[in-house]
């Protein structure tokens, strides 16, 4: 049987942002699994909640300024968030290593905050049902903002060698930029859970 190419389709990218790239559907996928684990975590707290006669259980609500501070990083981080999406898109090199070791620190930022906001919590995690649930969404999101840094410190290193030239990486660090405004949003909701429904 002949064969006879129909087009040559070599000159095409082999990468993309946004929808048309296929790890952005992987991304995607990861954050559903994750908002997954979060919405159980967060119904579990309000099935608990419903059940107890006085919320939180055995202890004051939490100290808000850990917590808060947190909040200001995450929010703050977007600005810089975005423009790293932006220039990746246009390819920029130069912004591109500026905005990811900016992105670098304000992943590690919160972090740094977080040793101070378990004991904030006012209780330990094998106290009561109250105090393990607290204790699990505040780790859950740790562990989320750790994937997160880790990937961008690596991102970071990457875009400084050859590999940071090649145009999938600047692919990459679009959907990392993604990734972080989940873990931004999620923040949002799991603080106005943890800190302010005590108070209600």
Sequence with gaps: MKQRPVADVSHLPTYDFGAASPMWWGTLAFIALEATGFALGIGTYFYLAVLATHWP????????????????????????????????????????????????????????VRVWEFPALRITWDQNAYGSIVWFLLGLH???????????????????????KAGRRFSDVSDNAFYWDFVVVSWIVLYLVIYWFPRM
């Design 57 to 112: 259980i055995g202890a004051p609500a939490p100290d808000l300024l850990p917590g808060t501070a947190i909040l200001i990083i995450l929010l703050a981080s977007l600005i810089p968030n975005h423009l790293v999406e932006l220039w990746a898109r246009r390819q920029d090199l130069v912004k591109v290593r500026i905005g990811i070791i900016v992105m670098s620190i304000a992943g590690i930022l919160p972090l740094i």
């Design 142 to 164: 740790t562990s989320h903002l750790l994937t997160d840094v880790g990937d961008t410190i690596v991102l970071a290193v990457l875009m400084f060698t050859q590999q940071g």
